[in-house]
């Protein structure tokens, strides 16, 4: 199987780890990392051994990879994914970009050079949600009523450029729309501004689908402890997951209950795999530049709904 050249722009906590990945995914090789900060540029060639540069025109003309991952800050996403996907196919990591109309015009672009743009929606590859879209499918809760999301923890060093519903929501809608294979109708949401400036660091938000679930999400930088949870209520029972521990416990009655099989497994590499795959024209990536955008405007309608609640 031809090898397939990689390279990551943007060597932040997320950037880095794309590296790592690459370099260590069978039949894909990391030739080069492009960053301003000459010691994240060390830090990442001195142990995976790729190329390093300052200047993406620069790195392109050089090593011309196959597939880049774009891992900059959210609101330069446009401008570096738009010319990463000239010259080749692209993962940028989510949110796909800071506005629905950058995305819009991402998306664009990726139709008209016909490269792949997928968006690094890491949680609909965790395996514990692949097995609770598994028991979904085979009609193992019945009709769904109600799907909930936790995701909670202190706040990220990283993240300045948006609130926590852009940043850290984005990941439960993603796989609430995954899960259900339905589109939201409304939302109703309350933001809080406690620690961070200009940007809410909480969100609780009420989703109504248009299969007539009621998606229920909970999500801050205020805990002290992280807590990644997803719940779904149905007719037949009801199916807890833990992402961190990627475990799952489906209840079909008090005393009535048992264990999910989950085959474990760093999302990261499934995520990377499925692009390479993509890439090679073996299926399309985990999550496309549409889900990104679905995402994207889910997440920004519970902005919207939560300033006009508080005004």
Known sequence: MHTLKAAVIGLGEMGQ????????????????????????????????????YTDVAVMFAECR???????????????VAGFA?????????????????????????????????????????NPVVSAVKRHIDAGDLGRIYRISTRRVGPSPVRIRD????????????????YLLQSEPLFVQAELQHNEHGDYEDSVDALIRFENGVVGVLECDWLSSAKQRTLTITGEKGVLAVNYISQTGVLQYAPGDQENIAVVHEEPLTVE???????????????????????????????????IKCAS
């Open 17 to 52: 780890h794309h590296a790592r990945v690459y370099a260590q995914t069978e039949d894909v090789r990391l030739v080069a990392v492009c960053d301003s900060d000459p010691t994240r540029l060390e830090n990442v060639t001195r142990t995976w051994g790729a190329m390093t």
């Open 65 to 79: 990879p196959d597939l880049v991952t774009v891992a900059v800050p959210t609101v330069h996403h446009l401008k």
């Open 85 to 125: 996907l000239t010259q080749c196919h692209v993962l940028v990591e989510k949110p796909i970009t800071h506005t629905v109309e950058a995305a819009r015009a991402l998306i664009g672009m990726a139709q008209e050079v016909g490269h792949i743009l997928a968006v690094g929606h890491i949680e609909r590859c």
């Open 162 to 177: 948006v609130g926590c519903t852009v940043d850290l929501a984005t990941h439960d809608l993603d796989v609430m729309r």
């Open 272 to 306: 990377l795999r499925s692009f390479a795959a993509a890439v090679r024209g073996e299926g399309r990536p985990a999550a496309t530049g549409e889900d990104g955008l679905r995402a994207l405007e889910m997440a920004l309608a519970i902005l919207e709904a939560g």
